[in-house]
């Protein structure tokens, strides 16, 4: 059974810094690309970053997220920089696509999410 399951969300104050962890397990981890999206109350769920099957990463918030991988551990992290008040949201891990997309449609199998709330 497929299975992606993140972890690492926590209270972070602004300016800090934070990495999430997805576990994956039930397929073959390296022959696919897995994305990090986020949801805000009230809004669209967003692509963050992307890591292919080679490592190469797709960044979409200005370089502060990015997206790597372990295929030794099967799982996937998201590094979080210089985080601000309007990155809290509860953050998602995406699979299984051969190549990284921005469309969370393309995704199909979707981790329970962790929350990241960014406060002083």
């Known amino acids: 059974q497929l299975r992606l399951v993140e972890s690492g969300g926590d209270l972070v104050q602004p300016g800090g810094s934070l990495r999430l962890s997805c576990a994956a397990s039930?397929?073959?981890?390296?022959?696919?690309?897995i994305g990090w999206f986020r949801q805000a109350p009230g809004k669209e769920r967003e692509i963050v970053s992307c890591?292919?099957?080679?490592?190469l990463r797709m960044d979409y918030l200005s370089g502060r997220f990015t997206a790597f991988r372990d295929n030794a551990k099967n799982t996937v992290y998201l590094q979080m920089n210089s985080l601000e008040p309007e990155d809290t949201a509860t953050y998602y891990c995406?699979?299984?696509?051969?190549?990284?997309?921005?469309?969370?449609?393309?995704?199909?199998?979707w981790g329970q999410g962790t929350q990241v709330t960014v406060s002083s």
């Open positions: 995406a699979g299984v696509t051969p190549y990284c997309s921005g469309q969370a449609n393309e995704y199909v199998y």
């Open positions: 039930g397929f073959t981890f390296g022959n696919y690309a």
């Open positions: 890591v292919g099957r080679s490592g």
